[in-house]
């Protein structure tokens, strides 16, 4: 039987939520961060193994004040309530829990599982953390409560395997391969094809697609490799120009626009290859994504 669903993770900012994600995927996915609000937006990671598909939906960054914040996450909670299968509440040990942790709780669907996941436990004495687990469990129906190092990696094994036993019969809603959810490198495909049409005007029309070769999400940057596909070999000597000069201003257009996408410093590499007829290629154009 094959498994999948999706899974919520929520927690105050800074609790480990983009490390967890990237630990249980084993990749550098979701972007880590000592300070808050490094996560851009909704980010669905996805893992695919044999017999199951899990999506993680890692909460966005929070540019709201401080007293906002709670309110906040209860909106976002409540967005999420109604197309989750789990919800994975995050937060670290202390005595007793944090009022911004129990206004996140408030806002909770009471008809979706929630696991409490008490994080850097690596960093906090045993004491403490038993404690806190004694306290916390007592103020919310928990389906589960667990202890981890997301960054040593201590007990990640064991809360995917809890996360499994939520996960329902269902299908595979994405390709193998991928990791993170098409939406954003759809997105960065169509700011390259939308800056390659501008600066080529007419002279190469709509005849080219965008594809991402490779997306690495580094610590200081993000690594982009892509592909601007045209169907004639004319058309690729346009796009190039001369002295490449016009895949340079391409390139630049879009990287510019592409750090402000992900508010962050992006390597982009692009390079033209030509696939006569793609836009009579059915497969071709779902894999890009162009319905
Ligand atoms: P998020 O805002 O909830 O996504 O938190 P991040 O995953 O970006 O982590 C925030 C900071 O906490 C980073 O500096 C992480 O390295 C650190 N961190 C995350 N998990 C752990 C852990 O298990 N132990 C320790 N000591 N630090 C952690
Ligand atoms: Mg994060």
């Given at each position: 039987m094959f498994k999948s669903g999706f899974v919520s993770v929520i927690g105050r900012?800074?609790?480990g939520k983009s490390t967890l994600i990237n630990s249980l995927l084993n990749q550098k996915v979701a972007i880590v961060s000592n300070?808050?609000?490094?996560?851009?937006?909704n980010m669905n990671a996805i893992l695919t193994r044999d017999d199951f598909q899990i999506i993680f939906i890692d909460t966005p960054g929070m540019h709201t004040p401080k007293n906002n914040l709670g309110k906040y996450m209860v909106k976002k909670a409540k967005e999420v309530k109604s197309d989750v299968d789990l919800i994975l509440f995050i937060t670290t040990p202390e005595i007793n829990m944090r009022d911004q942790d129990k206004t996140i709780l408030e806002?909770?669907?009471?008809?979706i599982p929630v696991i409490l996941i008490v994080n850097k436990i690596d960093e906090n004495d045993q004491i403490r953390v038993a404690e806190s687990l004694k306290n916390y469990s007592k103020e919310f129906d928990f389906k589960e409560i667990i202890p981890i190092s997301a960054l040593k990696g201590k007990n990640v094994d064991k809360l995917l395997e809890i996360i499994l036993n939520y996960m329902?019969?269902?299908?595979?809603?994405?390709?193998?391969?991928?990791?993170?959810?098409a939406k954003e490198r759809f997105l960065i495909c169509e700011m390259i094809r939308e800056k390659a049409l501008i600066l080529l005007s007419e002279e190469v029309p709509h005849g080219i697609a965008v594809d991402i070769v490779s997306m690495e999400d580094k610590e200081n940057i993000v690594k982009i490799e892509a592909e601007i596909i045209c169907e004639k070999d004319g058309h690729k000597g346009i796009i190039i120009g001369k002295n490449g000069d016009m895949l340079k201003r391409i390139s630049t257009y879009s990287r510019q626009e592409i750090e402000r996408l992900l508010d962050k410093k992006v390597f982009l590499k692009v390079w033209v290859k030509v696939r006569k007829e793609w836009r009579n290629d059915n497969t071709f154009i779902r894999d890009f994504g162009y319905k």
């Open positions: 900012p800074n609790v300070k808050p609000q490094t996560t851009r937006k806002g909770f669907d009471k008809n329902q019969e269902g299908p595979k809603y994405y390709p193998d391969d991928m990791i993170v959810d």
